[in-house]
């Protein structure tokens, strides 16, 4: 992945415990189950493959409750798609940036809440828009385009309830529009909303998107959504206090029997009785990493049924701000998606950077391109909109999250032909030896940092029922 790597100095912070009793809610286990003291020395080393949040979760619930533990992660840093670069003095996530859901009910925020760690709201509409030649829009016209979305979205999804699995969301709006003769303007509009509204979240083009089955996800903890202040990395630090995680491990093979696993990396040999995997769907997808036996065919099935999206960011630093005082603005370009999306980094970070949000079709387009030239085509739009007031920007950092042989791509959603029971199947034990976490195996809580936590616990759990 073409960015600058983590710094190596961190801020020292407290270690952190279970909240057993927020755990035991959220899984559907009481707290004495998680409790319960494993059976037997052979029960008591486990293999954690990837020191993300899940694995990391997985890890820190099993090292609490007796376990031996070692985490193996491919990488030469932790936290995975949880990535905090300090290149520029501040902190500035290249993955994972909000809590989406700030209240308790989210582990997440009851772990920022324990720590004490600095977080901003966000308010996704505080938004000044402008047209494809830099007008600004006034706010009538950008209610009546968001009401004419919403009416072409309700249609799409009536039809796409009653035409089965295979259809994908655009699908449903080339049926809702039918009929309707659109204006440049009008396409324009309706683009752009279903880039900011469907497809930024998902990281799926709405091509790619299954029209029944999209968005069968959950909400944990309300709709406000809050920014890491500090970077996500403190919430990594906290959590990996005190556990053994061997980085620059790239697994390459998993073997198993009735009697226990065998994890091999490109260095090392590691036994165990079980393992907890963690891999991104895309690098299940890819076939690198090889299981012996051949994994259950349900389990193949979903993991060639789901489909790893798009969301990268480009952050360019100013000498001074010359943007609007909202906390983002959006861009109505000839292409869906393309420079839709951009967010006021100085009231997060105190300095003068902007972050352009690129998903689905164009986020992955602009990663052919060189640094120089998707930092010009930036600066372009921006002159389209402020004129001579937007300079070249002093420096930037660009994020490619499918050409990062360690994620190949950003996080997962459902395409035509997928159902989240595809999730619930990749979630699922494998002979009681291979147990398996990630955002790509909840159902309820995917693409989320919480939903990969709670993921990790589950495994967990699952360990500590049978052992």
């Known amino acids: 992945m073409d960015a600058p790597s983590t710094s190596a100095t961190r801020p020292t912070l407290s270690r952190r415990t279970l909240l057993n009793s927020a755990i035991g809610g959220l899984t559907g286990v009481s707290a004495a189950t998680l409790l319960r003291a494993p059976l037997g020395a052979a029960a008591r080393r486990v293999i954690v493959v990837g020191a993300g949040i899940a694995g990391i979760a997985a ?59 600095r977080t901003q709201p966000t308010d996704f509409y505080d938004m000044t828009f402008y047209d494809v030649d830099g007008e600004e829009l006034s706010s009538g016209e950008v209610a009546a385009d968001l009401a004419t979305y919403r009416a072409f979205y309700r249609r799409a999804r009536r039809w796409g309830r009653r035409h089965g699995n295979e259809t994908s969301l655009e699908d449903g709006f080339d049926v809702a529009t039918s009929g309707r003769t659109l204006s440049a303007y009008d396409r324009r509009a309706l683009d752009f909303n279903i880039n900011y509204e469907i497809e930024q979240d998902y990281g799926g083009a709405a091509t790619e998107l299954s029209n029944r089955w999209f968005d069968q996800d959950s909400w944990l903890g309300g709709r406000q959504d809050a920014f ?24 390459v093979s998993v073997a198993y029997t009735g009697s226990g696993v065998t994890v091999r990396t490109l260095q090392n040999t590691f036994p165990a009785a079980y393992a907890v995997l963690t891999l991104p769907l895309g690098i299940l997808q890819s076939g690198s990493v090889s299981f012996s036996p051949r994994l259950p065919r349900q389990k193949l099935d979903a993991i060639r049924a789901l489909q790893m999206g798009t969301l990268n960011k ?3 630093r100013y000498r001074t701000k010359f943007w609007d005082d909202t906390e983002l603005f959006g861009y109505r370009a000839n292409a869906r998606g393309e420079w839709a999306v951009w967010f006021d980094m100085e009231r997060i970070t105190g300095e003068p950077v902007l972050l352009a949000l690129n998903a689905a ?43 990062d042989p360690h994620t190949l791509g950003s996080y997962s959603h459902i395409p035509p032909g997928a159902t989240g029971r595809d999730y619930r199947a990749l979630s699922r034990p494998v002979a009681d030896r291979l147990f398996w976490a990630g955002e790509a195996t909840t ?7 919480a939903g990969a936590y709670l993921s990790g616990i589950r495994a967990a759990t699952q360990i500590l029922r049978i052992s």
Do not use: C
Not at 443 to 449: A, D, K, L
């Open 59 to 117: 890890a820190r619930t099993l090292t609490e409750n007796g376990f031996d533990v070692v985490v193996l992660e491919s990488r030469t840093r932790i936290g995975g798609r949880i990535w905090t670069d300090r290149s520029w003095g501040i902190p500035l996530d290249l993955g994972a940036s909000w809590i989406h859901g700030a209240a308790n009910p989210n582990p997440i925020w009851a772990l920022r809440t324990e720590n004490s760690l």
């Open 228 to 251: 890491m202040v500090d970077g996500y990395d403190q919430l990594i630090d906290i959590l990996t206090d005190g556990l053994d995680i061997r980085t620059g491990n790239r697994v």
């Open 314 to 316: 480009l952050f360019l």
């Open 361 to 403: 079709t164009f986020g992955a387009a602009i990663e052919q391109r060189s640094n120089k030239q998707t930092v010009a085509e930036a600066t372009d739009v921006l002159r389209i909109i402020y004129g001579n007031a937007a300079p070249a920007p002093e420096a930037s950092i660009i994020t490619r999250w499918n050409a």
């Open 443 to 449: 159902s309820r809580y995917p693409q989320t940092v």
